[in-house]
């Protein structure tokens, strides 16, 4: 057994806020200059090139890309062979608590959904964890925008809608949702599985690496199908009109009932943020 | 193009949607909880913090000034949820509105019928669009936190004209441009 200190994590917790938030990862950044270079539309090309300067300055200045800096969303994986003797889901916090106020993050948690009182802290974080082998303990975490959050959806589709169900859904939720989630985004499908594991799916594949393709081949002809038509919905950089809507669609897929097809889509804007590290 | 505040009829004639601008003087910001006040006041006959004629409101939530900052990053967010209180604003005499995403009809056809104009910034160019405010002032509702009214001082801060007085509306009418219809039939 390996005994991993709480100051470890609160720390660790605490630096992931700060750095998601100030530098942009070099995947979604080579992926927007790539898509400047696709751009045909002058408007957008002029968008993407605002966005990119954006992302070198938050990144040379160390300040937050986006003022919204988003409810903290954690993946937790732990090793079977760690031990932990305190609350973990209480360290994580307190690393959020510590991060947004020393990287003067914005506080965007209210502590109930109606009455709607800011807990002042950015706590709690959306904490989601999962037992594996070994001892090591890893955190994702990712500072998630309600702009594109609040674009996103779950869906019960019939075992009849298929395939071509999925795509419709996909793109017609895109298409509604136009400049709101701040395109070019990137799209998480979530497939399969039952009401509540799509929409933890569509998440997970949000935290994919950009270029990565899924290893299984329907999804992977999903997605490539996929960005070539939100592509050719016209939406273009915020909306203003051009070729470039998504950066990259992500589906990922679980076994589900004979009667059921979850289909979960979360949109993710072009701040896309979200930094691993491994105890 | 180079625009100053506060805004006249002879600026608003002149722009078109689509237009690239860069605003210089004063804007003021508010967002969701700033707007019900607002709208309150207005509803029971008393006035506004600030003199709002010819006047642009910016939908922002800043985050907090790192020390030697005047003002944290301030991007714009999403404008449609301002649209219920916005045709009594328009009403009141306010010329300009900066957000993103697009408005419904109602906000639209208020932006025509009061000589109006909508400006999108660049949603998450919060960085970016800070170099360009140069001072901060608050001036009410302080117990909103983020949603604090402020003045702030601006000097060429970049956006575009999204729907004109002309009812043209930028992102309507290019997004069915570069539209590729055979999508997904």
Redesign the interface.
């Known amino acids: 057994m390996r005994y991993i200190e709480r100051d470890l994590v609160v720390e660790a917790v605490e630096r992931l806020c700060i750095e998601a938030n100030y530098y942009i990862e070099d995947d979604v950044l080579n992926a927007l200059k790539r898509s400047r270079k696709l751009e045909t539309s002058p408007i957008g090309q002029k968008v993407l090139d605002q966005i990119i300067e954006n992302d070198f300055i938050a990144r040379n200045d160390s300040v937050p890309m986006c003022q919204d800096t988003g409810m903290v969303v954690v993946f937790l994986e732990i090793g079977n062979l760690i031990h932990i003797d305190y609350d973990i889901y209480d360290a994580i916090n307190e690393g959020v608590r510590n991060g947004y106020l020393h990287g003067y993050l914005r506080k965007s948690v209210v502590k109930h959904p109606l009455d709607r009182v800011n807990t002042g802290d950015n706590t709690p974080a959306v904490i989601h964890t999962k037992i594996v082998m070994g001892n090591s303990l890893t955190i994702t975490l990712a500072p998630k925008g309600a702009g594109s959050e609040n674009m996103s959806l779950v869906k019960m589709l019939t075992p009849a809608d298929g395939y071509e169900g999925v795509k419709k859904l996909v793109l017609d939720t895109i298409f509604d949702a136009k400049g709101k989630p701040c395109p070019p985004i990137i799209v998480g499908i979530g497939i399969g599985g039952t009401f509540e594991k799509c929409a933890l799916l569509a998440k997970e594949a949000l935290m994919r690496p950009i270029d990565d393709v899924s290893e299984d081949p329907i999804a992977r002809k999903l997605e490539e199908e996929l960005l070539e038509e939100i592509n050719k919905l016209g939406i273009g950089p915020l909306g203003f009109g051009g070729t470039q809507t998504a950066l990259a669609v992500k589906v990922n897929v679980y076994p589900c009932h004979i009667a059921s097809l979850p289909v979960a889509v979360n949109t993710q804007c072009h701040a896309a943020r979200h930094k691993k590290i491994v105890l | 193009m180079k625009i100053t505040t506060p805004l006249t009829d002879e600026v608003i004639e002149n722009l078109r949607s689509?237009d690239?601008v860069y605003i210089t003087g004063k804007i003021y910001t508010a967002r969701d909880a700033a707007h019900k006040r607002l709208v309150e006041l207005l509803k029971n006959n008393q006035p506004l913090p600030f003199d709002i004629k010819g006047q642009i409101i910016y939908y922002?939530?800043?985050?907090?000034?790192?020390p030697g900052?005047v003002i944290?990053?301030?991007?714009p967010?999403?404008s449609?949820r301002m649209d219920p209180y916005t045709p009594v604003l328009l009403e009141a005499g306010l010329k300009g509105m900066i957000g993103?995403?697009?408005r419904r009809d109602y906000v639209k056809e208020a932006i025509v019928k009061h000589k109006a104009i909508y400006f999108?910034a660049?949603?998450?160019?919060?960085?970016?669009?800070?170099?360009t405010i140069r001072s901060v002032k608050t001036i009410a509702y302080e117990d909103l936190?983020?949603e604090t009214i402020r003045e702030l001082e601006v000097v060429d801060f970049?956006a575009?004209v999204v729907n004109d007085i002309y009812g043209n509306d930028?992102?309507l009418?290019?997004?069915?441009?570069?539209?590729?219809e055979?999508?997904?039939e």
């Open positions: 689509g690239q922002v939530g800043p985050t907090p000034a790192k900052q944290g990053s301030a991007g967010t999403t449609s993103k995403g697009e999108a660049i949603g998450g160019a919060g960085a970016l669009i800070a170099r936190g983020a970049p575009f930028l992102m009418d290019n997004i069915s441009k570069y539209r590729m055979d999508k997904n």
